[in-house]
């Protein structure tokens, strides 16, 4: 399952003066080029998300940065690799109260081919409470959208190769978003988000079945592409747009949902009034408040009032107690008392002495493995302005995107291409063009009900997930190019908690050599141990497919598994 976070200026002055309070001036000459986001402070090995998402609504409010990321591309203004996913919708939410889109088909996904965006969206209209009269408008508006984007896409090779369209199902009730799920699957989509859950409640097994919960739409809409997949041997992903709730991954897991997106964790981190700070204990606790004094780099002067120097003053004495306290020579009584009364200067009123107290003792920030604890130290407990806050934000998405694999571990499941192929002319996504062979269908049937990520190795095309649309041609393994996979799939691979390859000759031996040189965790077959012939062959490949589907049954946790699945 696939952790996407939205894209919304998440930003900060990698070289910020947190003792003086000073942006660089790297930052005062262009923070756009010169902040750092999120994989900027944790480095792409390390970082807690596996894409971003980017909404139209959200970098329009901003004519030079839209400007720029039609001019750049949207990988090189996120300073992302082009390996790195980035997904692109419309941000149904900034025109909910609009009688339709504010945007046209054609125009979105030139948008996305122009932009580089790996994943497009189709324009979807929400069907809110406020415009419950107008529910089913809006559900058909979505779907119309829909189909008019995928036989855009289908019309030119330059669409089918450079993005892939997520069609969105909107409705009001499980029968609704089953509907639209369908239609969807009918006019040809594998991919499907689900929009309009972000406020809705998770819901429970006690609740009617055809009530609007996270976990109801989820099941009935899973249900309906369960059914299209028997039937057709395809098979389909489904994102889940602005939901994170950790409590309910495995039954998300469990119901077919591939990839998800929500900044919540981040947010929480200056939009919680108490629980600020995610500690890798498992606890949450308070950031301690030491809002600025002065207006120089924030909003206005605190209550509107002018900056005395006692306020300074005891400003000053709140922020050197903390620091004291973090060096061990300031005891936790002190260092509170020197925050409330700066507190009731500014006429703070929220009671949260006991929280600091809980904070202060327990050192969370002591404790935490990841970059920003490491680096700011104390500071990351402390809220105050965006360089602290938006840090202690990621400290928040570090936490969550732990606890997040701990739940639901990245499994990637792929084999070598087969000579034998689909010669039609033209694009076809991967599986396709390869199920013509006997063998990569034993392989293929094996794989596409499994809660995995699925993909196919190609000297021709490297290393391609099952839906890539390619071309035509023959996968014939050359020993002079295989070897030059080995950079490209520690690229790709090393992100995965555990990894499968099943095949034969020189696609075994460049994966045997990648294990051996990485140390990731990739379980090959066919296995000389499972054999009981002299040589691995295209009959043990065969015979040792029941092994290959138990051995990732057996590492997908048994509370994300579809009751489908069993050893």
Same mark, same amino acid.
């Given at each position: 399952m696939?952790?996407?976070?939205?894209?919304?200026?998440?930003?900060?002055?990698?070289?910020?003066?947190?003792?003086n309070?000073?942006?660089?001036?790297?930052?005062?000459?262009?923070?756009?080029?010169?902040?750092?986001?999120?994989?900027?402070?944790?480095?792409?090995?390390?970082?807690?998300?596996?894409?971003?998402?980017?909404?139209?609504?959200?970098?329009?409010?901003?004519?030079s940065?839209?400007?720029?990321?039609?001019?750049?591309?949207?990988?090189?203004?996120?300073?992302?690799?082009?390996?790195?996913?980035?997904?692109?919708?419309?941000?149904?939410?900034?025109?909910?109260?609009?009688?339709?889109?504010?945007?046209?088909?054609?125009?979105?996904?030139?948008?996305?081919?122009?932009?580089?965006?790996?994943?497009?969206?189709?324009?979807?209209?929400?069907?809110?409470?406020?415009?419950?009269?107008?529910?089913e408008k809006?559900?058909?508006?979505?779907?119309?959208?829909?189909r008019?984007?995928?036989?855009?896409?289908?019309?030119?090779?330059?669409?089918?190769?450079?993005?892939?369209?997520?069609?969105?199902?909107?409705?009001?009730?499980?029968?609704?978003?089953?509907?639209a799920? /369908?239609?969807?699957?009918?006019?040809?989509?594998?991919?499907?988000?689900?929009?309009?859950?972000a406020?809705?409640?998770?819901?429970?097994?006690?609740?009617?079945?055809?009530t609007?919960?996270?976990?109801?739409?989820?099941?009935?809409?899973?249900?309906?592409?369960?059914?299209?997949?028997?039937?057709?041997?395809?098979?389909?992903d489904f994102?889940?747009?602005?939901?994170?709730r950790l409590?309910?991954?495995?039954?998300?897991?469990?119901?077919?949902?591939?990839s998800?997106?929500?900044?919540?964790?981040?947010?929480?981190?200056?939009?919680?009034?108490?629980?600020n700070?995610?500690?890798?204990?498992?606890?949450?606790?308070?950031?301690?408040?030491?809002?600025?004094?002065?207006?120089?780099t924030?909003?206005?002067?605190?209550?509107?009032?002018?900056?005395?120097?006692?306020?300074?003053?005891?400003?000053?004495?709140?922020?050197?107690?903390?620091?004291?306290?973090?060096?061990?020579?300031?005891?936790?009584?002190?260092?509170?008392?020197?925050?409330?009364?700066?507190?009731?200067?500014?006429?703070?009123?929220?009671?949260?002495?006991?929280?600091?107290?809980?904070?202060?003792?327990?050192?969370?920030?002591?404790?935490?493995?990841?970059?920003?604890?490491?680096?700011?130290?104390?500071?990351?407990?402390?809220?105050?302005?965006?360089?602290?806050?938006?840090?202690?934000?990621?400290?928040?998405?570090?936490?969550f995107?732990?606890?997040?694999?701990?739940?639901?571990?990245?499994?990637?499941?792929?084999?070598?291409?087969?000579?034998?192929?689909?010669?039609?002319?033209?694009?076809?996504?991967?599986?396709?063009?390869?199920?013509?062979?006997?063998?990569? /269908?034993?392989?293929?049937?094996?794989?596409?009900?499994?809660?995995?990520?699925?993909?196919?190795?190609?000297?021709?095309?490297?290393?391609?997930?099952?839906n /890539?649309?390619?071309?035509?041609?023959?996968?014939?393994?050359?020993?002079?190019?295989?070897?030059?996979?080995?950079?490209?799939?520690?690229?790709?691979?090393?992100?995965?908690?555990?990894?499968?390859?099943?095949?034969?000759?020189?696609?075994?031996?460049?994966?045997?050599?990648?294990?051996?040189?990485?140390?990731?965790?990739?379980e090959?077959?066919?296995?000389?141990?499972?054999?009981?012939?002299?040589?691995?062959?295209?009959l043990?490949?065969?015979?040792?497919?029941?092994?290959?589907?138990?051995?990732?049954?057996?590492?997908?946790?048994?509370?994300?598994?579809?009751?489908?699945?069993?050893?």
């Amino acid at each position: 399952m696939k952790y996407f976070i939205p894209e919304w200026d998440d930003r900060v002055d990698p070289k910020y003066d947190f003792i003086n309070d000073l942006h660089s001036a790297e930052h005062n000459e262009n923070p756009f080029e010169n902040d750092a986001y999120i994989w900027d402070i944790f480095g792409l090995e390390n970082v807690p998300i596996d894409g971003v998402l980017v909404s139209r609504m959200k970098i329009v409010e901003n004519k030079s940065k839209f400007q720029q990321i039609l001019e750049t591309g949207i990988h090189e203004f996120l300073h992302l690799p082009k390996a790195f996913e980035v997904m692109g919708d419309c941000g149904a939410w900034g025109y909910a109260d609009q009688e339709e889109p504010p945007f046209k088909t054609k125009e979105i996904l030139d948008y996305y081919i122009k932009c580089g965006f790996d994943y497009g969206v189709s324009i979807d209209h929400l069907v809110v409470p406020a415009y419950r009269e107008h529910k089913e408008k809006r559900w058909k508006i979505t779907l119309d959208n829909a189909r008019e984007m995928f036989e855009l896409w289908q019309s030119k090779d330059e669409y089918l190769q450079s993005v892939r369209i997520i069609g969105v199902a909107q409705g009001w009730d499980v029968d609704s978003y089953k509907r639209a799920v /369908k239609e969807l699957l009918r006019i040809g989509y594998d991919y499907i988000g689900l929009g309009g859950l972000a406020k809705a409640p998770t819901g429970s097994e006690s609740e009617k079945k055809e009530t609007k919960t996270l976990l109801n739409v989820v099941e009935g809409t899973w249900l309906t592409a369960r059914k299209w997949t028997n039937e057709t041997g395809r098979r389909i992903d489904f994102h889940i747009f602005g939901v994170a709730r950790l409590q309910v991954i495995s039954e998300l897991m469990k119901y077919g949902v591939t990839s998800f997106d929500s900044a919540s964790f981040l947010r929480r981190a200056w939009l919680s009034a108490r629980n600020n700070y995610f500690g890798v204990d498992g606890e949450n606790y308070s950031a301690i408040r030491i809002p600025q004094a002065s207006a120089t780099t924030g909003r206005s002067p605190i209550k509107k009032n002018m900056v005395t120097a006692k306020l300074t003053e005891l400003e000053r004495n709140a922020l050197s107690a903390m620091r004291s306290f973090d060096q061990g020579r300031r005891p936790t009584d002190e260092v509170v008392r020197a925050v409330l009364e700066y507190d009731r200067a500014i006429g703070e009123r929220r009671d949260l002495e006991k929280y600091y107290k809980e904070t202060l003792n327990n050192m969370p920030w002591k404790k935490c493995p990841c970059t920003i604890c490491k680096e700011i130290g104390i500071d990351v407990i402390i809220f105050r302005g965006n360089n602290r806050n938006r840090r202690r934000g990621f400290h928040n998405t570090f936490v969550f995107y732990k606890k997040l694999r701990e739940v639901s571990p990245r499994i990637f499941v792929f084999t070598g291409c087969i000579r034998i192929t689909d010669e039609r002319s033209g694009l076809l996504p991967a599986f396709q063009r390869y199920l013509s062979s006997s063998v990569f /269908k034993i392989f293929w049937d094996n794989v596409l009900d499994l809660p995995v990520e699925v993909g196919v190795l190609s000297p021709k095309f490297g290393l391609v997930d099952w839906n /890539k649309t390619i071309p035509s041609g023959h996968c014939a393994e050359r020993e002079s190019e295989l070897p030059f996979f080995i950079e490209e799939l520690k690229e790709k691979l090393n992100r995965y908690d555990k990894i499968f390859f099943i095949g034969l000759g020189l696609y075994k031996d460049v994966i045997s050599k990648l294990k051996e040189e990485t140390g990731l965790s990739i379980e090959l077959f066919p296995k000389t141990e499972l054999t009981e012939g002299e040589k691995l062959d295209i009959l043990e490949y065969t015979k040792q497919m029941k092994d290959f589907r138990k051995a990732i049954i057996s590492a997908i946790p048994e509370k994300c598994r579809p009751q489908s699945l069993s050893i």
